[in-house]
């Protein structure tokens, strides 16, 4: 009995002169999972240092009373598949799993491979124009699980690369006509070699979104040429009413819709492009001005996700930390396997037609129906609370950024940048799906499944959309109590913040959110009907105030080229307060608003105190310099 006394008294003393501390697990990129995960004797694996963690949740070793590092020293960490944090994985308010990065470290978890082997192309390449001769570089496809690594980015040092096309090339043709019926477009006659459009691509510009269409056939006929497309894309391109292809017939406009053709041996024509031919199984590239291929690194991707958090309803994944983590180079394939028809921001129909007689149970006047699909993003969030992402870097990636896709509350971003990604930035909430049509309001019997109070807050997020440019900085769909709050968001080529999502006046999930003190500046590069706050449905208690608004670029291919707005109340918009927006310009639309709308104080009149005030606080200045 003494003895047992003796030993309770000798561990709380222990625990009182020493109080708890988080049990730490290291990894390195030079690491080996036989090691035990210590500073000296780092894993190799992330997905390892989860393994330990979870077992130490399991067991409830009492190392983790105040929780659990997963740390990383510098480097970049290549995965062969998404990390996935599930429910075994939560952390407790008192003890969280933190992901973070040593001190002065910068890990990177990469979704790519490198392409080695470079060597400079001899000989006269057919097909390849007489400019590039002699200046393309060329090596093997990656092989992946056997077969031909499929991709559509590429980046040298870090610089992403130009997939051959006509973009660079000078002012977009425009198409001549459209014919539904028989789906094809008719246009000028391209001044490149056409005689097989092998892996041929049509980008079209329809008033808010890009089609990417995959050519089927090209045919002469004069100065003329037909273009026809590969299905499903083809059926979904002609059938839908909106966005579609712009006719000026009447001549009162800027013309019809503008494209440009990519992905062809026969467009590789400048510095910084490249093209990879599947069927031979060669990649080509023209190296930029003091660019070094037997030196320099080229990353192309083959993940289209790099972190899942899914947890369930029931069992949510929580109080997961990830701290100046860097995730790069994932993939996006949609256009490559089935071609990419935008209803808007990015989201796929599946399927769309005009209705011959007007009307549905929630809006008698509409005219069409969609069906849609979520593009891919590098990182997504579902079923799951408390989780922060801080000091984090989103670059070099393909479509979305960072996705909470539902069932989400009280979560954090705070701190990151997002910076070279072609689809949107950051994305929160539910749109629609291939079951559910996305004109109607979302209002599920289980508040559960809607994403709620989230914090977005003095993030950078720029040179998003460069892919598809109708995507935006941040997109809210159906969610409620979402903060977005001193945010820098720039260089967009559509609108910068957008709120709301159906089209709808019916009450619905959206309501309380609140857009503050954000600087929103240099967007609408390429697109139109832009906002650079946008908002969408009817959304009680929501509030837009102090935002700066700024250097509103007038895009070159929009068909009425004054129709872009700082701050766009689209149709039905209801219920909104908008007070002390900075706007360069008095220049303010909305599209058949709904009622309860509120507008105090906005324009170039605003204090300029709100304008400095606006963008990222003080503390996070850094990240503009980065």
Same mark, same amino acid.
């Given at each position: 009995?003494?003895? !047992? ?28 999972? /036989? ?46 598949? %998404?990390? *996935? ?70 980046? *040298? ?7 051959? &096309? ?23 006659? %391209? ?42 894309? &083809? ?15 009447? $001549? ?66 929580? @109080?997961?930390? #990830? ?27 599946? =399927? ?25 993003? +590098? *990182?997504?969030?579902?079923?799951? @609370? ?18 909470? *896709? ?15 990604? /072609? ?10 799906? %291939? ?8 209002? %599920? ?33 159906? +969610? ?5 709050? @001193? ?6 080529? !559509? ?9 709808? $006046?019916?009450?619905? &999930? ?11 500046? @240099? #967007? ?18 929501? =509030? ?13 291919? +929009? ?13 039905? &918009? ?21 009622? /309860? ?7 170039? +009149? ?15 200045? !850094?990240?503009?310099?980065?």
């Amino acid at each position: 009995m003494k003895i !047992y006394l003796l030993t309770i008294v000798c561990t709380l003393s222990f625990a009182l002169l020493n109080p708890a501390i988080a049990a730490d697990i290291w990894v390195a990129p030079n690491g080996n999972d /036989g090691n035990p995960g210590t500073e000296s004797a780092p894993l190799l694996t992330i997905a390892m240092a989860q393994r330990k963690a979870r077992e130490l949740r399991r067991l409830g070793d009492p190392s983790i009373a105040d929780g659990i590092n997963i740390i990383l020293k510098d480097g970049k960490y290549t995965l062969i598949e %998404p990390l *996935v944090f599930r429910p075994e994985d939560a952390g407790t308010a008192t003890s969280p799993t933190r992901i973070i990065a040593a001190q002065g470290a910068n890990p990177i978890l990469s979704g790519g491979t490198t392409i080695r082997n470079w060597s400079r192309l001899s000989g006269e390449l057919p097909g390849l124009p007489e400019a590039a001769q002699g200046k393309v570089w060329v090596a093997d496809i990656p092989i992946v699980d056997g077969r031909r690594l499929l991709f559509r980015q590429m980046w *040298v040092n870090g610089r992403k690369a130009i997939r051959a &096309s006509t973009l660079n090339d000078g002012p977009l043709d425009r198409i001549l006509s459209v014919d539904k019926q028989q789906e094809e477009m008719w246009i000028p006659v %391209p001044d490149f070699d056409l005689y097989a459009p092998g892996q041929l691509e049509f980008v079209i510009h329809q008033w808010w979104a890009i089609a990417m269409l995959r050519v089927s056939t090209v045919s002469v006929e004069g100065d003329q040429a037909l273009v026809k497309f590969r299905q499903p894309e &083809s059926q979904i391109e002609f059938e839908h009413p909106w966005p579609a292809p712009f006719i000026d017939e009447k $001549k009162e406009q800027n013309g019809n819709s503008a494209f440009y053709f990519a992905n062809s041996l026969g467009l590789l024509n400048a510095p910084g492009e490249w093209y990879a031919d599947l069927a031979t199984g060669k990649l080509y590239y023209w190296p930029r001005v003091g660019e070094d291929l037997q030196k320099d690194e080229c990353m192309v991707p083959v993940l289209d996700q790099i972190v899942q958090i899914k947890g369930t309803l029931d069992q949510p994944v929580s @109080h997961l930390y #990830f701290d100046g983590i860097g995730f790069e180079h994932a993939t996006w394939l949609r256009p490559s396997v089935k071609g990419h028809v935008p209803l808007q921001a990015g989201w796929s129909i599946t =399927e769309a037609y005009k209705l011959k007689e007007p009307g549905t149970p929630d809006k008698a006047g509409l005219e069409n129906q969609a069906w849609i699909e979520r593009q891919s993003a +590098a *990182v997504t969030v579902e079923n799951a @609370h408390q989780i922060r992402f801080e000091r984090c870097r989103f670059e070099h990636l393909a479509a979305t950024g960072l996705d909470f *896709v539902g069932g989400t509350h009280h979560n954090l971003v705070q701190g990151c940048i997002f910076r070279d990604i /072609g689809g949107t930035g950051i994305q929160i909430g539910f749109f629609g799906s %291939p079951e559910v049509e996305a004109h109607l309001p979302y209002d %599920p019997s289980d508040e559960r499944l809607v994403c709620q109070f989230e914090t977005i807050a003095n993030n950078r997020i720029t040179d998003c959309t460069n892919e598809d440019w109708g995507c935006v900085g941040i997109s809210v769909g159906y +969610a409620h109590d979402i903060n977005i709050e @001193h945010n820098d968001v720039s260089h967009l080529n !559509y609108s910068g913040i957008c709120v709301g999502w159906g089209w709808t $006046k019916t009450i619905n &999930s959206l309501k309380n959110n609140r857009v503050f003190a954000n600087n929103i500046h @240099h #967007f609408a590069k390429n697109m139109y009907d832009v906002g650079g706050i946008y908002m969408l449905s009817a959304q009680p208690n929501t =509030e837009i105030r102090d935002n700066s608004i700024h250097h509103l670029e007038k895009a070159p291919y +929009a068909h009425i080229p004054d129709h872009f707005q700082y701050i766009y109340f689209d149709e039905k &918009s209801s219920y909104i307060r908008a007070i002390n927006n900075w706007t360069e310009q008095d220049k303010f639309f909305s599209n058949a608003p709904g009622p /309860g709308n509120e507008w105090e104080n906005n324009g170039p +009149a605003v204090s300029d105190s709100i304008r400095l005030k606006a963008g990222l606080q003080e503390a996070y200045q !850094y990240l503009l310099k980065q």
